[in-house]
């Protein structure tokens, strides 16, 4: 904001410093030729027409008429010179009815020849008779101003010298200069070109407001090299602003679009059914490659407890995350990143642990026991343990681990390694049912006939 | 190689759309090719007879100290190193998404083909599976899916193969309906299909219909809940596979956001899991996280696991954590105390833990493209217990580019087993992005060495990935990380 604000102060003042400096016709001294003619039309023929180059049409040949060494001292003039570069509209022949004296009388003195250029005041004083000053606010630049793109003879020191109207010096001006714009866009025009407004809007493409600006070399150099590291507004720093900000999008998405292209959202927003933010303007050259935020709802360990948010707020979630993402953890045999280095020697105690359930995504029988029987964990029928030698009496003791862990259990044992001592039908009989087994779990009672045989009454 | 018919039906069913959909509004996704080298060792049974072995009793030793196994009469057993081996599955991913020109309705596909071979690996046997393949049409408050999905919901993750139906347009409720034939979780496969039935004589011999009803509130980000009601019952309806409802909760009140769930086995009547957290900043940079949970596993009914009667466990966690974005630098350490219910088995003779201690402590800090990123973590209680931490150090090279070092090391104990592991290892961690193209790879070694274990030799592991990613169409580049190294 601040570089905004001081590209702006910087243009707008020098405006105003050129407006000030433009070269007043002191060469003529009008006043010493009080009476002598008739009209001014004898030597400004194009007031009339507007043709500029006819300002000052009289000849070199018709002073000597009377400065001629005898009736008058010999003056040394080659006539009218290059014009200064200026800004100024030609208004002349808008005011055809108005006594040239409106405008150029100097103030406090009477006769046809007291005149000087007019100034701002002299516009002023029909044109916004109330206004503060030349550049208050409310004043129509246009009324006297040329836009800056058709103002060529000025330099880009002049353009840089351009004043400041106050309007520009108010901190709200940032939030508040596009509503400015969009209604007064041809008096901004007057200080600016459309380089001014693309160093900051990314959207400038897209706003009409700019677009109506022609484009200016002159600005355009000046604003090379200009990047602009735009203040965080104030609602940006609301508690969870990145999952609410969508609402604050919706009321005013142009505000949103001066800085966010839509590859800022794609970042996060991949939410492959309908398209993020269509009116926003695409970097073509850019990646979608956002800002390292910190999204405040996923706070600590949210990584391994997001499971309620991803459930309560799957549309938000999508917004976000394409379902793919969820696999490179769920599913992720292609890109392992869930889990830290060397967890294939290390998972024993997180999955003993049950500190997240394995069989979310991992299928016991075919994931885990695969492997454990491959590398010679697991059981594959042998009779006589052996595995668990540091716990004596491991057969009798083992029912109590098994409650505590038996998905652990299962990733080694088959169901047929337990029947052969849990079965009713066969084997030892061990009946494996705690004291609270519902024997009338009516829903379960499939598997029943694995261990008796057929559904028990 | 395994192709499933269904799978087969579906992929061709994408891949028929995707030339529509090339030539009209536009795809885009993934192409990706990884490989690994994974070093194992295979454990070895071996055993003498038990007439040699002095001692007496069912546990002795060795003359050089091997722990064994002894049954009167028979053989003294035990368990050691084997052959040093690697394997080098490969997996091939194919995610895309596409529009298809006609507002509203776009297709969603993940194929994934693995190669390599199951004596070593999980699941490296010759395969293409579909994880997702299914057309959507939203249109306003509407959204329509079928074919291969993938569901998020208060009782897991889920896909399936059929069909959904969603409706927002109530305010804050939001509905959906959904059903189709169930698959195995984690499998990518119909319920009787050729994994599992090798993998278990018990697998199920009949497929699944699968159905259930989500329903949620959401209030933004205030508040919002979800219920989910599911059901898999055998094609032939003689029995059930799984009947579960669930609920989640996520709600800010003032600073702090609550975030619990539970599940609850209609079959057993048992809740398996219900868990509430709470996360709330402190000042200064602080903030912490309470958590407590309960949870017992969900066995599915063709299974005879839940008649065992597994009992649950309830756990209290707390996190502080604190960061300063000025410094770079966040740090968290936390610990948490777990207690089983009773189980009513085994003896007092033999001390099973019956309960469990977590510590952890970790750090990250980034300065300018470096960044350091390291944590300890203890896990002890019945099973097994392990304790030890990692460290990685990395650099970011221009926006597109990384590379890292990164160690572990680990010592595991407890294992129901005399004897101590101890793993010991780091490697490199390198990605980077080469326009659509990301390459990534690591090389790491680790040293594992045993301690009272007289018959199993020391030996080192080696482990190796190299990973190509083609991206097309808009899909994003990855940032590269700087966060921890993940992996095998």
Same mark, same amino acid.
């Given at each position: 904001?601040?570089?905004?604000?001081?590209?702006?102060?910087?243009?707008?003042?020098?405006?105003?410093?050129?407006?000030?400096?433009?070269?007043?016709?002191?060469?003529?001294?009008?006043?010493?030729?009080?009476?002598?003619?008739?009209?001014?039309?004898?030597?400004?023929?194009?007031?009339?027409?507007?043709?500029?180059?006819?300002?000052?049409?009289?000849?070199?040949?018709?002073?000597?008429a009377c400065h001629d060494g005898q009736v008058a001292p010999r003056v040394n003039w080659d006539g009218p010179g290059e014009r200064p570069?200026?800004?100024?509209?030609?208004?002349?022949?808008?005011?055809?009815?108005?006594?040239?004296?409106?405008?150029?009388?100097?103030?406090?003195?009477?006769?046809?020849?007291?005149?000087?250029?007019?100034?701002?005041?002299?516009?002023?004083?029909?044109?916004?008779?109330?206004?503060?000053?030349?550049?208050?606010?409310?004043?129509?630049?246009?009324?006297?101003?040329?836009?800056?793109?058709?103002?060529?003879?000025?330099?880009?020191?002049?353009?840089?010298?351009?004043?400041?109207?106050?309007?520009?010096?108010?901190?709200?001006?940032?939030?508040?200069?596009?509503?400015?714009?969009?209604?007064?866009?041809?008096?901004?025009?007057?200080?600016?070109?459309?380089?001014?407004?693309?160093?900051?809007?990314?959207?400038?493409?897209?706003?009409?407001?700019?677009?109506?600006?022609?484009?200016?070399?002159?600005?355009?150099?000046?604003?090379?090299?200009?990047?602009?590291?735009?203040?965080?507004?104030?609602?940006?720093?609301?508690?969870?602003?990145?999952?609410?900000?969508?609402?604050?999008?919706?009321?005013?998405?142009?505000?949103?679009?001066?800085?966010?292209?839509?590859?800022?959202?794609?970042?996060?927003?991949?939410?492959?059914?309908?398209?993020?933010?269509?009116?926003?303007?695409?970097?073509?050259?850019?990646?979608?490659?956002?800002?390292?935020?910190?999204?405040?709802?996923?706070?600590?360990?949210?990584?391994?407890?997001?499971?309620?948010?991803?459930?309560?707020?799957?549309?938000?979630?999508?917004?976000?995350?394409?379902?793919?993402?969820?696999?490179?953890?769920?599913?992720?045999?292609?890109?392992?990143?869930?889990?830290?280095?060397?967890?294939?020697?290390?998972?024993?105690?997180?999955?003993?642990?049950?500190?997240?359930?394995?069989?979310?995504?991992?299928?016991?029988?075919?994931?885990?026991?695969?492997?454990?029987?491959?590398?010679?964990?697991?059981?594959?029928?042998?009779?006589?343990?052996?595995?668990?030698?540091?716990?004596?009496?491991?057969?009798?003791?083992?029912?109590?681990?098994?409650?505590?862990?038996?998905?652990?259990?299962?990733?080694?044992?088959?169901?047929?390694?337990?029947?052969?001592?849990?079965?009713?039908?066969?084997?030892?009989?061990?009946?494996?049912?705690?004291?609270?087994?519902?024997?009338?779990?009516?829903?379960?009672?499939?598997?029943?006939?694995?261990?008796?045989?057929?559904?028990?009454? | 190689?395994?192709?499933?018919?269904?799978?087969?039906?579906?992929?061709?069913?994408?891949?028929?759309?995707?030339?529509?959909?090339?030539?009209?509004?536009?795809?885009?996704?993934?192409?990706?090719?990884?490989?690994?080298?994974?070093?194992?060792?295979?454990?070895?049974?071996?055993?003498?007879?038990?007439?040699?072995?002095?001692?007496?009793?069912?546990?002795?030793?060795?003359?050089?100290?091997?722990?064994?196994?002894?049954?009167?009469?028979?053989?003294?057993?035990?368990?050691?190193?084997?052959?040093?081996?690697?394997?080098?599955?490969?997996?091939?991913?194919?995610?895309?998404?596409?529009?298809?020109?006609?507002?509203?309705?776009?297709?969603?596909?993940?194929?994934?083909?693995?190669?390599?071979?199951?004596?070593?690996?999980?699941?490296?046997?010759?395969?293409?599976?579909?994880?997702?393949?299914?057309?959507?049409?939203?249109?306003?408050?509407?959204?329509?899916?079928?074919?291969?999905?993938?569901?998020?919901?208060?009782?897991?993750?889920?896909?399936?193969?059929?069909?959904?139906?969603?409706?927002?347009?109530?305010?804050?409720?939001?509905?959906?309906?959904?059903?189709?034939?169930?698959?195995?979780?984690?499998?990518?496969?119909?319920?009787?299909?050729?994994?599992?039935?090798?993998?278990?004589?018990?697998?199920?011999?009949?497929?699944?219909?699968?159905?259930?009803?989500?329903?949620?509130?959401?209030?933004?980000?205030?508040?919002?809940?979800?219920?989910?009601?599911?059901?898999?019952?055998?094609?032939? #309806?003689? =029995? !059930?596979?799984? @009947?579960?409802? &669930? +609920?989640?909760?996520?709600?800010?009140?003032?600073? $702090?956001?609550?975030?619990?769930?539970?599940?609850?086995?209609?079959?057993?009547?048992?809740?398996?899991?219900?868990?509430?957290?709470?996360?709330?900043?402190?000042?200064?940079?602080?903030?912490?996280?309470?958590?407590?949970?309960?949870?017992?596993?969900?066995?599915?009914?063709?299974?005879?696991?839940?008649?065992?009667?597994?009992?649950?466990?309830?756990?209290?966690?707390?996190?502080?954590?604190?960061?300063?974005? #000025?410094? =770079? !630098?966040?740090? @968290?350490?936390? &610990? +948490?105390?777990?207690?089983?219910?009773?189980?009513? $088995?085994?003896?007092?003779?033999?001390?099973?833990?019956?309960?469990?201690?977590?510590?952890?402590?970790?750090?990250?800090?980034?300065?300018?493209?470096?960044?350091?990123?390291?944590?300890?973590?203890?896990?002890?209680?019945?099973?097994?217990?392990?304790?030890?931490?990692?460290?990685?150090?990395?650099?970011?090279?221009?926006?597109?580019?990384?590379?890292?070092l990164f160690g572990s090391s680990t010592k595991s104990f407890g294992e129901f087993r005399i004897g101590e592991q101890l793993g010991t +290892?780091?490697?490199?961690?390198?990605?980077?992005?080469?326009?659509?193209?990301?390459?990534?790879?690591?090389?790491?070694?680790?040293?594992?060495?045993?301690?009272?274990?007289?018959?199993?030799?020391?030996?080192?592991?080696?482990?190796?990935?190299?990973?190509?990613?083609?991206?097309?169409?808009?899909?994003?580049?990855?940032?590269?990380?700087?966060?921890?190294?993940?992996?095998?």
């Amino acid at each position: 904001m601040k570089r905004a604000i001081l590209i702006g102060t910087v243009v707008l003042a020098g405006a105003t410093s050129a407006l000030l400096s433009m070269p007043q016709q002191e060469g003529f001294p009008h006043a010493k030729h009080q009476g002598l003619f008739p009209s001014c039309n004898a030597c400004h023929a194009g007031i009339e027409t507007g043709d500029a180059e006819m300002f000052i049409s009289v000849e070199p040949e018709a002073c000597q008429a009377c400065h001629d060494g005898q009736v008058a001292p010999r003056v040394n003039w080659d006539g009218p010179g290059e014009r200064p570069a200026n800004n100024l509209k030609t208004v002349h022949p808008g005011h055809p009815e108005l006594p040239c004296s409106s405008c150029h009388q100097v103030p406090g003195r009477s006769g046809d020849m007291q005149v000087q250029a007019a100034g701002f005041e002299a516009c002023q004083a029909c044109h916004a008779p109330n206004a503060d000053g030349h550049l208050a606010a409310g004043n129509d630049c246009v009324q006297c101003h040329v836009p800056l793109t058709e103002a060529t003879g000025l330099t880009e020191a002049q353009i840089g010298a351009f004043p400041a109207p106050a309007t520009h010096a108010s901190p709200q001006f940032l939030s508040e200069h596009g509503a400015m714009a969009s209604g007064e866009a041809s008096n901004c025009s007057v200080c600016h070109a459309r380089e001014s407004c693309t160093v900051c809007h990314v959207n400038a493409e897209m706003v009409p407001a700019i677009m109506a600006l022609g484009p200016d070399p002159r600005v355009a150099a000046m604003t090379a090299g200009v990047t602009w590291d735009p203040p965080v507004p104030q609602s940006h720093a609301v508690t969870e602003w990145n999952l609410s900000h969508g609402a604050a999008m919706r009321e005013a998405p142009n505000s949103c679009a001066t800085c966010h292209t839509q590859n800022l959202c794609a970042t996060c927003h991949i939410d492959t059914s309908e398209q993020i933010a269509p009116d926003f303007a695409v970097e073509a050259s850019a990646s979608a490659d956002g800002p390292l935020v910190k999204i405040p709802g996923h706070g600590p360990n949210f990584a391994v407890a997001h499971g309620a948010a991803a459930v309560a707020s799957s549309p938000k979630c999508a917004a976000c995350h394409e379902e793919t993402y969820c696999v490179d953890c769920h599913d992720g045999s292609g890109r392992p990143s869930f889990h830290p280095a060397d967890f294939v020697q290390r998972h024993s105690a997180e999955a003993w642990g049950q500190m997240q359930n394995c069989s979310e995504c991992h299928s016991n029988e075919v994931f885990c026991r695969d492997c454990h029987t491959t590398q010679g964990f697991a059981n594959v029928g042998q009779t006589g343990a052996a595995f668990h030698d540091a716990v004596p009496d491991w057969f009798v003791a083992h029912g109590k681990a098994a409650r505590q862990g038996l998905d652990a259990c299962a990733s080694c044992h088959t169901q047929s390694s337990c029947l052969r001592c849990h079965s009713a039908v066969e084997g030892f009989r061990i009946n494996p049912h705690g004291p609270d087994f519902d024997a009338d779990a009516e829903k379960a009672k499939g598997s029943c006939t694995i261990c008796h045989g057929s559904t028990p009454e | 190689m395994i192709v499933h018919r269904r799978t087969l039906a579906l992929v061709s069913s994408v891949l028929l759309l995707a030339p529509t959909a090339l030539f009209a509004q536009g795809i885009r996704g993934e192409l990706r090719v990884r490989g690994d080298i994974v070093g194992f060792q295979r454990l070895q049974r071996d055993s003498v007879p038990e007439s040699q072995v002095s001692g007496s009793g069912a546990q002795r030793q060795l003359a050089d100290g091997t722990a064994v196994t002894c049954t009167t009469g028979d053989f003294c057993r035990w368990y050691g190193s084997g052959d040093t081996e690697s394997v080098y599955p490969l997996y091939q991913d194919l995610r895309a998404t596409g529009w298809t020109g006609v507002e509203g309705l776009s297709f969603h596909t993940q194929l994934r083909a693995r190669l390599g071979s199951d004596e070593a690996w999980p699941r490296t046997e010759q395969e293409v599976e579909a994880i997702t393949a299914y057309i959507g049409y939203r249109k306003d408050d509407l959204w329509l899916r079928g074919g291969r999905m993938l569901r998020s919901g208060s009782l897991g993750y889920r896909n399936f193969d059929g069909a959904s139906v969603a409706w927002s347009g109530l305010g804050p409720l939001r509905l959906e309906a959904y059903g189709g034939w169930s698959l195995g979780i984690g499998l990518n496969a119909p319920r009787n299909g050729q994994l599992l039935t090798e993998a278990d004589e018990w697998a199920p011999n009949k497929r699944a219909y699968i159905y259930g009803f989500d329903g949620a509130l959401d209030f933004g980000t205030s508040f919002f809940a979800n219920v989910q009601y599911q059901r898999e019952i055998r094609t032939d #309806e003689t =029995g !059930l596979y799984s @009947e579960r409802i &669930g +609920g989640s909760l996520r709600a800010i009140v003032g600073d $702090a956001i609550l975030d619990g769930g539970i599940t609850y086995d209609l079959a057993f009547k048992e809740i398996n899991l219900a868990r509430l957290q709470m996360t709330s900043p402190l000042g200064a940079g602080f903030g912490l996280v309470l958590e407590g949970k309960h949870y017992r596993p969900f066995f599915e009914y063709w299974t005879i696991w839940g008649a065992f009667s597994p009992v649950a466990y309830t756990e209290g966690r707390g996190m502080l954590t604190w960061s300063s974005p #000025e410094l =770079g !630098l966040s740090l @968290e350490a936390g &610990g +948490g105390y777990r207690d089983y219910d009773e189980t009513s $088995a085994g003896t007092e003779s033999v001390e099973i833990k019956e309960d469990g201690v977590r510590l952890y402590g970790g750090g990250h800090w980034v300065n300018g493209p470096w960044f350091v990123d390291g944590g300890y973590r203890s896990e002890t209680g019945f099973g097994a217990s392990r304790y030890g931490g990692d460290l990685s150090v990395g650099r970011r090279i221009g926006a597109d580019a990384r590379i890292a070092l990164f160690g572990s090391s680990t010592k595991s104990f407890g294992e129901f087993r005399i004897g101590e592991q101890l793993g010991t +290892g780091g490697g490199i961690d390198a990605s980077w992005n080469l326009g659509d193209f990301t390459v990534s790879g690591s090389a790491a070694l680790y040293r594992i060495t045993f301690e009272n274990r007289s018959r199993n030799e020391d030996w080192t592991q080696p482990r190796a990935h190299l990973s190509v990613a083609w991206r097309f169409g808009s899909t994003p580049k990855p940032r590269p990380s700087m966060r921890g190294i993940g992996g095998y």
